[in-house]
Structures are given as structure tokens and as C-alpha cells.
């Protein structure tokens, strides 16, 4: 007979793992292929922010708050440690200033969870924060931050306990035919339902489609510390004034159109490299710290440690960190659509591709198969 399951999925990323999960959990039978070992993409090497705050109000952020519920399932079931930190943008201009508090006005009014907070206040709450000059704070309370590393790496090991899910690692699949999967070891496998969560990998399955898609490859440049000393605790993920014009959360304030354009005259260098600042701390106490935009189809694989320095310059001006000494750099990929929020394709009858869902993989990736499912069910119920 070969082999059989409901639900196959190529990609053992976060975006792969969700949609095996939400499978599995609804009673299906799942293999999950993943070309390494580990899986080593986008998904292993990232911030581990969920951070709702950066989504659109709307649907867009109910998405990642049905993401984050995830989370939190995935902590209590399979002990993966989730820590609900919440988030900081702290600013040190007017304008800045002036967005987050339009951002925290109209946050009311959108059902997120958010305040702006005064220096005096914020230097209390946040005592690592570069006070000096601090002109204001957004805090949010639904951020949560979660290793990637260590997330990746124990999922699989939890489908496979508690829901019998199939794992084929170190197994590139090199052909879908529905409903036939083929890998490069021979290995076949009849499904009803192919989900190809191929992260930037745009050329082994599908490639014309892929190249239909308009979709780009990014490049992104990080850091970590060695772990802070004396259990100093980073508390909130931080985030700066370069932030405010990263994400589309702040797309609705007034006074975000001027404070970019004093951006991009008084930062050219971080415009022309796409860098806003960021930091979270893991569960070891090191600090991860990031990051860069560099879009092409071809990343470079030599990394450009000018935009280190830039980073590492800005966020001083944010973050008094204990020790700031650098003990790793590494650089990832990931795949964006120029203008949807992730980019869904169907090659084949059942067989779907499903990608780039750009810098927010972590944090809508649970969201996004848990809806895919959901209207599933509900169409085939109806
Ligand atoms: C530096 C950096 C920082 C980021 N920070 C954050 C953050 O803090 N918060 C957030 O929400 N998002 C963040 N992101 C974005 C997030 O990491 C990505 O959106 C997400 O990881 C993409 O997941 P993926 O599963 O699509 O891709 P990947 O993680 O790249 O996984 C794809 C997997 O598919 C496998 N594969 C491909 N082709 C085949 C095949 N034919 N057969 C078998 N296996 C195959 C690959 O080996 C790979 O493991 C960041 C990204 C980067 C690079």
C-alpha cells in the first residue's frame, strides 16, 4: 500500500509546524518533511518575538492574538517556555513621541491593549532604559518571547508524542504530483492534502509559481550576548523611534509621515540598509539583537559589519545593557510578498503553498493555519 496520511507538509519552520499542528490536533494523520536535520531557515533564527503590536488593527492583529492563544497552548502542552513580556517602543523625539501617543489614542478605540508612559514613570518601570533625553514610552502587555531555537527544535518531538505525527527530517521532497509526494530518497507518500511551507526555498517545488508570486527574499542582520551577568533581566522586548516606521501598526497616526521623512534625512545609511533597532532577551539572559532589510533574490552570504555598528550604535542610545560585549553574529532570510500579509497559492487540487509571511512568522504563523483550517471545516461542514 506505501505510505498514507491525511496531511503532508514540507517545511519544518514555524509556518510548516502550525499547519502540522493545527492538522494533527483536528484529528488528521500528518507527515512532516523537513530538508535538514533541524530545521535551520528563518525560523531558528529570529528575535522569538510574537509581537501583535506590529500588526495593522483590525484583522490583521486579531490574527496574531489568535497566534499568540497558541503560544500559550504550545507552553502548557509541550513545556516550551513562553515568556509573556510584553513590549517597550521607547523615543527620544518629538515626533515620535508624537505617533506613539496618537498610536496609544487611537489603540482605545481598536481594542489593543496599550499605554503611553511619561520618562519619570518609564525610568522606574524600566530601569535599564537610556533615560537621558527619553521623551516617552509605549508599553503593550501582549508581546511574548520564546527561543527559537530551542521552540523549532522540541515541536516536532511534541507533534510526534502526543499526536503520532509522522517526522521525516534530513528528507527533501523534490515532486508533488496529488496526491503523490516524492522525496529525494525515493520515499513516496499518498495524501489528500500537500502544504508546501518551503520558507525561501523558491525553487524546488514549484517554481513557477513561486516567480508568479512576486515574492522577495530578505536579508537580515543580527547579534546576541553572552548571558548578562547577575540575572539582570531586559524585562519587555525594546523597541525605538526607527521602529515606528518599520511596522504597519502606525500607519494610521498623523504625524507618522513627517517624523519618516526626518527619518530619511537625518538616517540615510539605516534607511538605504533597512534597520530599525530591536532587542529581547532569552531564556539564558542573552540579549538578541537586530536588525537589518536587504531585499534581492540573491542574499549576499558575507555579512556587512558596518550595519552591525549602526545597529549597535542606535541601540545605546536606547539600552544601558551590563554587558554589551557581541558573542555571536549570524544573518537570515525570509520570504515577503510585496503587498499581502503572506502569500497563499494553490498549484495543485488540495496541494497549497503557504509563505512570507515576512518579519512575522512567529507571530502569525499559528494564526494563519489556525484560520486556514477553520474555513476549511467549515466550508466542507456546510
Ligand atoms: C533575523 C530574523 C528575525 C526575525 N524576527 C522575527 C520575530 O522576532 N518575530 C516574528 O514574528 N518573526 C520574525 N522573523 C520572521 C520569521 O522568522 C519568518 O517569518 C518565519 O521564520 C518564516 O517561517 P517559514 O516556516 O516560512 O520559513 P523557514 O523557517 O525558513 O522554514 C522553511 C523550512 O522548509 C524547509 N524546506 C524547504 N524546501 C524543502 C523541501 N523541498 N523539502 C523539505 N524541506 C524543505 C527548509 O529546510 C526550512 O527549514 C524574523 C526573521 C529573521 C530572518
Known amino acids: 500500500m506505501g505510505n498514507r496520511a491525511d496531511v503532508a507538509v514540507v517545511g519544518g519552520g514555524i509556518v510548516g509546524l502550525a499547519f502540522a499542528w493545527e492538522a494533527a490536533r483536528r484529528g488528521k494523520s500528518v507527515v512532516l518533511f523537513e530538508r535538514g536535520g533541524l530545521a535551520q531557515g528563518a525560523s531558528v533564527r529570529n528575535f522569538g518575538m510574537v509581537w501583535p503590536i506590529g500588526q495593522r488593527p483590525g484583522e490583521d492583529y486579531q490574527l496574531a492574538m489568535r497566534s499568540r492563544e497558541r503560544w500559550l497552548?504550545?507552553?502548557?502542552?509541550?513545556?516550551?517556555?513562553?515568556?509573556?513580556?510584553?513590549?517597550?517602543?521607547?523615543?527620544?523625539?518629538?515626533?515620535?513621541?508624537?505617533?506613539?501617543?496618537?498610536?496609544?489614542?487611537?489603540?482605545?478605540?481598536?481594542?489593543i491593549a496599550c499605554e503611553s508612559v511619561e520618562p519619570a514613570e518609564a525610568a522606574k518601570r524600566f530601569p535599564s532604559l537610556q533615560t537621558q533625553g527619553l521623551k516617552g514610552v509605549l508599553s503593550s502587555p501582549t508581546e511574548l518571547c520564546v527561543d527559537p531555537r530551542q521552540a523549532i527544535a522540541a515541536t516536532p518531538a511534541f507533534l510526534k508524542e502526543k499526536y503520532g505525527?509522522?517526522?521525516?527530517?534530513?528528507?527533501?521532497?523534490?515532486?508533488?504530483?496529488?496526491?503523490?509526494?516524492?522525496?529525494?530518497?525515493?520515499?513516496?507518500?499518498?495524501?489528500?492534502?500537500a502544504f508546501v511551507c518551503a520558507g525561501a526555498d523558491f525553487e524546488t517545488?514549484?517554481?513557477?509559481?513561486?516567480?508568479?508570486?512576486?515574492?522577495v527574499r530578505c536579508k537580515l542582520q543580527m547579534m546576541r550576548t553572552r548571558p548578562q551577568p547577575n540575572g539582570w533581566q531586559l524585562g519587555p522586548h525594546l523597541a525605538g523611534g526607527l521602529t515606528l516606521g518599520h511596522y504597519k501598526s502606525f500607519e494610521a497616526c498623523p504625524s507618522l509621515p513627517a517624523m519618516k521623512r526626518r527619518h530619511a534625512e537625518q538616517y540615510p545609511l539605516h534607511a538605504k540598509y533597512g534597520i530599525h533597532v530591536m532587542a529581547s532577551q532569552n531564556p539564558l539572559g542573552e540579549v538578541v539583537i537586530g536588525d537589518s532589510h536587504e531585499y534581492g533574490p540573491d542574499p549576499s552570504p558575507f555579512d556587512n559589519l558596518h550595519i552591525d555598528e549602526l545597529i549597535l550604535e542606535y541601540l545605546r542610545t536606547m539600552l544601558r545593557l551590563p554587558d554589551p560585549a557581541i558573542a555571536a553574529k549570524w544573518h537570515g532570510v525570509y520570504a515577503k510578498h510585496p503587498t499581502q500579509l503572506y502569500c497563499t497559492a494553490e498549484p495543485q487540487p488540495n496541494c497549497r503553498i503557504v509563505t512570507s509571511p515576512g518579519g512575522a512568522g512567529m507571530t502569525l504563523s499559528f494564526g494563519i493555519a489556525r484560520r486556514w483550517w477553520d474555513t476549511f471545516e467549515g466550508t466542507h461542514r456546510a
Open 73 to 111: 497552548e504550545l507552553r502548557d502542552l509541550a513545556g516550551i517556555p513562553v515568556r509573556e513580556c510584553g513590549s517597550i517602543h521607547a523615543v527620544y523625539e518629538d515626533d515620535e513621541n508624537a505617533v506613539i501617543r496618537e498610536f496609544a489614542e487611537l489603540a482605545r478605540t481598536n481594542g
Open 165 to 193: 505525527v509522522a517526522l521525516r527530517f534530513g528528507t527533501v521532497v523534490t515532486g508533488i504530483e496529488m496526491p503523490r509526494v516524492t522525496a529525494a530518497n525515493g520515499e513516496t507518500w499518498t495524501v489528500e492534502h
Open 205 to 215: 517545488l514549484f517554481p513557477k509559481e513561486f516567480a508568479a508570486t512576486g515574492i
